[in-house]
T-cell receptor, first 115, second 108 residues
Framework: GAGVSQSPSNKVTEKGKDVELRCDPISGHTALYWYRQSLGQGLEFLIYFQGNSAPDKSGLPSDRFSAERTGGSVSTLTIQRTQQEDSAVYLC?????????????FGQGTRLTVV | GQQVMQIPQYQHVQEGEDFTTYCNSSTTLSNIQWYKQRPGGHPVFLIQLVKSGEVKKQKRLTFQFGEAKKNSSLHITATQTTDVGTYFCAANFNKFYFGSGTKLNVKP
């Protein structure tokens, strides 16, 4: 695609429900990253993928968070039993390679509100 | 782990004034990137520096990479209201380590 696509753009969910956030990276990009940004704050690293594998999951806040990537393309970030502190904008980014330093292209993000 | 510190956290300037944000690391960086995030938007890549002492310019923006490759700066000359946003530096060690960002507000 032309850019990184994330869906949904907005999600309001009740506390305790599960949510799935989707990221469709730029075609051919092997590296994919998930970040979380609370209002007015910086970018909190969650997880990154090299192809379908995730070498670094250190940023996932708890075991309620998981992510997968299939076919070296689309990635899904799942949050189980959502809590109010999970409310934030979840940003996905992709880059053409994890071996060579390249820029990260960000999607528009998914704004998650847990009520 | 890798950390990239960025200061200041906020900067309010009058239109026409200059602005500088600084990025520091305790370890030598192979590269530094700069991103801009407009209010309500997503981070957008501005530039990448890889060489010791490198200086790059984009119109009113000047980017520098320190000689020791442990620090970097972004300087905006004669700010305009279109410069409003948050500026992030980022170092790439397989994943991107982002600084905390400097939020720039420009008063017309």
């Amino acid at each position: 695609g032309a850019g990184v696509s994330q869906s949904p753009s907005n999600k309001v969910t009740e506390k305790g429900k599960d949510v799935e956030l989707r990221c469709d990276p730029i075609s051919g990009h092997t590296a994919l990253y998930w970040y979380r940004q609370s209002l007015g704050q910086g970018l909190e690293f969650l997880i990154y993928f090299q192809g379908n594998s995730a070498p670094d999951k250190s940023g996932l806040p708890s075991d309620r968070f998981s992510a997968e990537r299939t076919g070296g393309s689309v990635s899904t970030l799942t949050i189980q039993r959502t809590q109010q502190e999970d409310s934030a904008v979840y940003l996905c980014a992709s880059s053409s390679s994890y071996r060579v330093v390249t820029e990260a292209f960000f999607g528009q993000g998914t704004r998650l509100t847990v009520v | 782990g890798q950390q990239v510190m960025q200061i200041p956290q906020y900067q309010h300037v009058q239109e026409g004034e200059d602005f500088t944000t600084y990025c520091n690391s305790s370890t030598t960086l192979s590269n530094i990137q700069w991103y801009k995030q407009r209010p309500g938007g997503h981070p957008v890549f501005l530039i990448q520096l890889v060489k010791s002492g490198e200086v790059k310019k984009q119109k009113r923006l000047t980017f520098q990479f320190g000689e020791a490759k442990k620090n970097s700066s972004l300087h905006i000359t004669a700010t305009q209201t279109t410069d409003v946003g948050t500026y992030f530096c980022a170092a790439n060690f397989n994943k991107f380590y982002f600084g905390s960002g400097t939020k720039l507000n420009v008063k017309p």
